[in-house]
């Protein structure tokens, strides 16, 4: 088991750059969630899918941000344009859907908009 | 509103001493309380409690909830200074999905040799 895979690891990018975070959820789960953490508001849910379909996307800061699930293996979180406030570890989880599964989180993308 | 009060927010601790950490809670409709453990990257799972007064354990460490003064707490016995690292209390809001969760701000510990 390979387990949630991220890319890249670090972005370092200038403001008004378009930023795109990708990730491979464990084969087989069926629920995909995109976290950001920061210092000051701790992790922060930002969207969901269930079956590549958008369930919550509440968190999603402003219309900079979007989220795109084509297939059960792949998603990717885009930030267009970014700003320096956008800077935080991102991170990508999935797991069952079911009540008794918890998430597997990817270790994550560090990204630092200048 | 739902949300999730961790304390301390840091501790500084030596080898073999035994911590507890603390979780507060408000939610409107519970269905489970998590743990995970985070060090340099992914949290990772530790517990999921639904019950309470029912001991959840692995290994030195182990976790209980009381839902009725709603809380849980952490303890970690003999500690090591692998066991350094960001505790994470979790839960689901509004009885949705486990993934879909409410972090606490953590307690970073430090077990120092």
């Known amino acids: 088991d390979a387990g949630v895979i991220q890319s890249p690891r670090h972005e370092v990018t200038e403001m008004g750059q378009e930023v795109t975070l990708r990730c491979k959820p464990i084969?087989?789960?069926?629920?995909l969630f995109w976290y950001r953490q920061t210092m000051m508001r701790g992790l922060e849910l930002l969207i969901y899918?269930?079956?590549?379909?958008?369930?919550?996307d509440s968190g999603m800061p402003e219309d900079r941000f979007s989220a795109k699930m084509p297939n059960a293996s792949f998603s990717t979180l885009k930030i267009q344009p970014s700003e320096p406030r956008d800077s935080a570890v991102y991170f990508c989880?999935?797991?069952?859907?079911?009540?008794?599964?918890?998430?597997?989180f990817g270790n994550g993308t560090r990204l630092t908009v200048t | 509103e739902d949300k999730v009060v961790q304390s301390p927010l840091s501790l500084v601790v030596h080898e073999g001493d035994t911590v507890t950490l603390n979780c507060s809670y408000e939610v409107t409709n519970f269905r489970s309380l998590l743990w995970y453990k985070q060090e340099k990257k992914a949290p990772t799972f530790l517990f999921m409690l639904?019950?309470?007064?029912i001991e959840k354990k692995s290994g030195r460490l182990s976790s209980i909830l009381d839902k009725k003064e709603l809380f849980s707490i952490l303890n970690i016995t003999a500690t090591q200074t692998g066991d350094s690292a960001i505790y994470l209390c979790?839960?689901?809001?509004?009885?949705?999905?486990?993934?879909?969760?409410?972090f606490g701000k953590g307690t970073k510990l430090s077990v120092k040799p």
């Open positions: 989880a999935s797991s069952l859907m079911s009540f008794n599964s918890p998430l597997h």
């Open positions: 084969s087989g789960h069926n629920s």
């Open positions: 639904t019950s309470s007064g």
């Open positions: 979790a839960h689901p809001p509004g009885g949705g999905s486990q993934g879909n969760l409410i």
């Open positions: 899918f269930n079956n590549n379909v958008p369930i919550d």
